[in-house]
């Protein structure tokens, strides 16, 4: 994993906190109990071969994303890597709004 993010938890921002988010954003997520299926909205952003952005430009891409799926307010892990032909990014997005409760679907 070439680096890795948090953004909108209160466990930190960093790979040294992503422990710490992942109970943050389970107990996130358990408390709402109405909400049936998938909690978690994975996105894969793939960056063409010869991409390799430096570590802001591929927040600014992340950031963008997530403000057309509205999901600027909640809790997300983010990775970029290459294990493939493409570097790419996962976005793990808590479909569970931090504050309100309210699950939010994409699109």
């Not at 938890?9 to 107990?27: F, K, M, Q, R, S």
């Not at 909400?35 to 960056?47: D, E, F, M």
Request: proline share 3%.
């Amino acid at each position: 994993m070439d680096c890795l993010w948090l953004v909108n938890c209160d466990a930190g921002e960093t790979i040294d906190d992503l422990d710490l988010a992942i109970v943050e954003i389970e107990n996130t997520q358990h408390m709402n109990s109405a909400a049936r299926g998938a909690k978690t909205y994975h996105l894969i952003i793939s960056l063409q071969s010869s991409e390799n952005l430096p570590e802001e430009a591929l927040k600014d891409i992340e950031r963008q994303f997530c403000r057309l799926s509205r999901f600027e307010d909640h809790q997300r892990v983010v990775a970029a890597h290459k294990n493939t032909n493409n570097f790419h990014l996962h976005v793990a997005y808590n479909m569970i709004h931090p504050e309100t409760l309210n699950i939010h679907h994409p699109g």
